[in-house]
């Protein structure tokens, strides 16, 4: 069983409007959580990283908002655009490095 | 500046036969790290180093061996290559550690079948 749960696996969204993804973890001791973005046939790039004491963080239009109580994690986009299409990868860092990987949430925004 | 680099961008493989997949970076980072990517499944870690001179396993490093004799590349061998390592293989790499908030800066990936 993933110890990095995303949701949904697929999403396909209008282009200009907002959407969340969902990332559910159940690993410990947490030290930090990223979202990535992979455009198809490319390597993942980083969007943000949080650490325990942060609850948000944003970058652009993507706003990443986390609840370490309850392990649980969101990535906002608002205002989608054609070039937001692609898989967007919860991360969790643990305290003795590693590092679980969701499988991903595919976006496609349509015109 | 160029990142990191994964030469083959593409590779096909006969079952037995061997290769080597190369990472460069050139932003003088001590981490590097080889990952598989399967459909359905997040990146799992294969192999990754500390330093030059380092290296160590991961989630699943069972078929593959790395070196890392220069800090800024890591080499990722197949000794004799198996179906089931059929996969695309990224490599990244970092100033420090994951448990840090520190950036991990990944390549554009080499998709590998064996067939």
């Known amino acids: 069983k993933n110890q990095v749960e995303q949701s949904p696996q697929s999403l396909i969204i209008l282009e200009g409007k907002n959407c969340t993804l969902q990332c559910n973890y159940t690993v410990s001791p947490f030290s930090n959580l990223r979202w990535y973005k992979q455009d198809t046939g490319r390597g993942p790039v980083s969007l943000t990283i949080?650490?325990?004491?942060?609850n948000t963080k944003s970058n652009g239009r993507y706003t990443a908002t986390l609840d370490a109580d309850t392990k649980q994690s969101s990535l906002h986009i608002t205002a989608s655009q054609l070039s937001d299409s692609a898989s967007y990868i919860c991360v969790v860092s643990l305290n003795n490095n590693d590092m679980r990987f969701g499988a991903g949430t595919r976006l496609t925004v349509k015109p | 500046n160029a990142g990191v680099t994964q030469t083959p961008k593409f590779r096909v493989l006969k079952t037995g036969q061997s290769m080597t997949l190369l990472c460069a970076q050139d932003m003088n980072h001590e981490y590097m790290y080889w990952y598989r990517q399967d459909p359905g499944m997040g990146l799992r870690l294969i192999h990754y180093s500390v330093g030059e001179g380092t290296t160590a396993k991961g989630e699943v490093p069972d078929g593959y061996n790395v070196s890392r004799l220069k800090k800024q590349n890591f080499l990722l061998g197949l000794e004799s290559a198996a179906p089931s390592q059929t996969s695309v293989y990224f490599c990244?790499?970092?100033?420090?550690?994951?448990?840090?908030?520190?950036?991990?800066?990944f390549g554009p990936g080499t998709r590998l079948t064996v067939t």
């Open positions: 949080m650490t325990f004491s942060e």
């Open positions: 990244a790499s970092s100033y420090e550690r994951p448990r840090g908030p520190y950036e991990q800066y």
